[in-house]
T-cell receptor, first 115, second 112 residues
Framework: NAGVTQTPKFRILKIGQSMTLQCTQD?????MYWYRQDPGMGLKLIYY???????DKGEVPNGYNVSRSTTEDFPLRLELAAPSQTSVYFCASSSTRDGGTYEQYFGPGTRLTVT | SQKIEQNSEALNIQEGKTATLTCNYTNYSPAYLQWYRQDPGRGPVFLLLIRENEKEKRKERLKVTFDTTLKQSLFHITASQPADSATYLCALGSGGSYIPTFGRGTSLIVHP
């Protein structure tokens, strides 16, 4: 199992540009998440999904969009990038069949700089 | 609103000693608490979960306590090693919720 994979690893965007961060998991997990992590800060939830076709906002959804057309993929779309979106983005997944550990599996992250 | 506090200052200890990290919370009654390890440039990795009705959980050199009266969890690493150096995050969740809230983490540095 590759687990959770994210692409790209690094990206520099100009203000106003758009991009999609890709996330794929091969563990057949029903939950998927997008977090951002700023230096010295914890993980802030952007969006999450409880299954294909179902998404919901987290704590900091403004400026982002998501979709979940399959169990495996959960792309994060940034429209009109702003410097405030400079951060490290983590995708994660978990399963309600995990025996109650609520364990999240994280990808390696995407480091995004908006200038 | 609910608040999770982890010491923002790094904890420096000597190899072989026990490291103790703290996770405090307010305005919250979590059903479970998790601890994750995060290495620089990597995503967090799950270590342990403890539930509200459990006082203590152990896994190898790790021990976690959960005091719902003090609203605090302590995370201990015994016989610490330089390889234990990392940032440790706590996360709290409500019963049945797969959407926990993460603390900002505490950096642990173990000196040889």
């Amino acid at each position: 199992n590759a687990g959770v994979t994210q692409t790209p690893k690094f990206r520099i965007l100009k203000i106003g540009q758009s991009m999609t961060l890709q996330c794929t998991q091969d563990m057949n997990h029903n939950y998927m998440y997008w977090y951002r992590q700023d230096p010295g800060m914890g993980l802030k939830l952007i969006y999450y999904s409880v299954g294909a076709g179902i998404t919901d906002k987290g704590e900091v959804p403004n400026g982002y969009n998501v979709s979940r057309s399959t169990t495996e993929d959960f792309p994060l779309r940034l429209e009109l990038a702003a410097p405030s979106q400079t951060s490290v983005y983590f995708c994660a997944s978990s399963s309600t069949r995990d025996g109650g550990t609520y364990e999240q599996y994280f990808g390696p992250g995407t480091r995004l700089t908006v200038t | 609103s609910q608040k999770i506090e982890q010491n923002s200052e790094a904890l420096n200890i000597q190899e072989g000693k026990t490291a103790t990290l703290t996770c405090n919370y307010t305005n919250y009654s979590p059903a479970y608490l998790q601890w994750y390890r995060q290495d620089p440039g990597r995503g967090p990795v799950f270590l342990l979960l403890i539930r509200e009705n459990e006082k203590e959980k152990r896994k190898e050199r790790l021990k976690v306590t959960f005091d719902t009266t003090l609203k605090q969890s302590l995370f201990h690493i015994t016989a610490s090693q330089p390889a234990d150096s990392a940032t440790y995050l706590c996360a709290l969740g409500s019963g049945g919720s797969y959407i926990p809230t993460f603390g900002r983490g505490t950096s642990l540095i173990v000196h040889p």
